[in-house]
């Protein structure tokens, strides 16, 4: 791939819970029962830690919003603060947490009123990963994607250019905020993860200048 991680610095990692190098091997995942687990914290607006075991990156957190049969789209909670969307994998997903940490982060954020005047997202189909990334390029344009893997990660940020059968097509930005004129290949059998509405991401959509124009 032509572009990695390295170009942006990126440290989304919460610290709800700490891994256990001496722990027993994981049971088999229940897919029914993850699937429950994320329906209920929909239904009830509850956070939730979504572990991803496979990945560098194991955990993810926030407010799951909506299920399909594949993807699942969240709300990103970032320690105490709400930044953008996200999109994973629903068969990536091996464990839901949603105890006593979680409600703690709740009576935080209900207390101090950070889930006021929250934004819906705007329709994203989750049919598949394509319909996902169409909606974002229709109402968001620049998305970030992530293919991870449990050694490392793959990274871009850019704007959506087009999405075919097997491949997205991003006009990748770098750090320097330029945006490259030919757009990168990524396939989509290989994204793990879509972020889109952040901060960081907007900013650098919204500043980012074509290449022959830096």
Same mark, same amino acid.
Not at 24 to 49: C, F, H, L, W, Y
Not at 90 to 117: H, N, Q
Not at 147 to 176: N, P, Q, S, T
């Given at each position: 791939?032509?572009?990695?991680?390295?170009?942006?610095?990126?440290?989304?990692?919460?610290?709800?819970?700490?891994?256990?190098?001496?722990?027993?091997?994981?049971?088999?995942?229940?897919?029914?029962?993850?699937?429950?687990?994320?329906?209920?914290?929909?239904?009830?607006?509850?956070?939730?830690? /979504? #572990?991803? $075991?496979?990945? @560098?990156? *194991?955990?993810?957190?926030?407010?799951?919003? !909506? +299920?399909?049969?594949? /993807? #699942?789209? $969240?709300?990103? @909670?970032? *320690?105490?603060?709400?930044?953008?969307?996200? !999109? +994973?994998?629903?068969?990536? #997903?091996?464990?839901?947490?949603?105890?006593?940490?979680?409600?703690?982060?709740?009576? !935080?954020?209900?207390?101090?009123?950070?889930?006021?005047?929250?934004?819906?997202?705007?329709?994203?189909?989750?049919?598949?990963?394509?319909?996902?990334?169409?909606?974002?390029?229709?109402?968001?344009?620049?998305?970030?994607?992530?293919?991870?893997?449990?050694?490392?990660?793959?990274?871009?940020?850019?704007?959506?250019?087009?999405?075919?059968?097997?491949?997205?097509?991003?006009?990748?930005?770098?750090?320097?905020?330029?945006?490259?004129?030919?757009?990168?290949?990524?396939?989509?059998?290989?994204?793990?993860?879509?972020?889109?509405?952040?901060?960081?991401?907007?900013?650098?959509?919204?500043?980012?200048?074509?290449?022959?124009?830096?």
């Amino acid at each position: 791939m032509a572009h990695d991680h390295d170009d942006h610095d990126d440290h989304d990692h919460d610290h709800d819970h700490e891994e256990d190098d001496d722990a027993p091997p994981a049971p088999p995942v229940d897919r029914e029962a993850i699937v429950e687990a994320i329906q209920s914290a929909i239904d009830t607006g509850r956070k939730a830690q /979504l #572990v991803r $075991a496979d990945f @560098l990156q *194991d955990s993810w957190n926030g407010f799951p919003l !909506v +299920l399909g049969e594949e /993807l #699942v789209l $969240a709300r990103t @909670l970032r *320690d105490f603060v709400f930044d953008g969307f996200s !999109v +994973l994998r629903l068969g990536d #997903v091996t464990e839901v947490r949603s105890g006593e940490v979680e409600r703690f982060f709740e009576r !935080v954020i209900k207390a101090e009123g950070l889930d006021r005047d929250l934004a819906p997202p705007k329709p994203i189909l989750l049919r598949s990963m394509r319909t996902a990334l169409e909606s974002i390029r229709a109402h968001y344009r620049h998305v970030i994607v992530e293919c991870e893997g449990v050694d490392d990660d793959d990274f871009f940020l850019g704007e959506v250019a087009r999405v075919d059968d097997e491949h997205l097509h991003l006009l990748y930005i770098h750090i320097d905020g330029t945006r490259d004129r030919e757009a990168t290949k990524i396939p989509l059998d290989e994204i793990t993860l879509l972020r889109f509405d952040e901060t960081y991401l907007r900013l650098y959509g919204k500043y980012s200048v074509a290449e022959d124009q830096h």
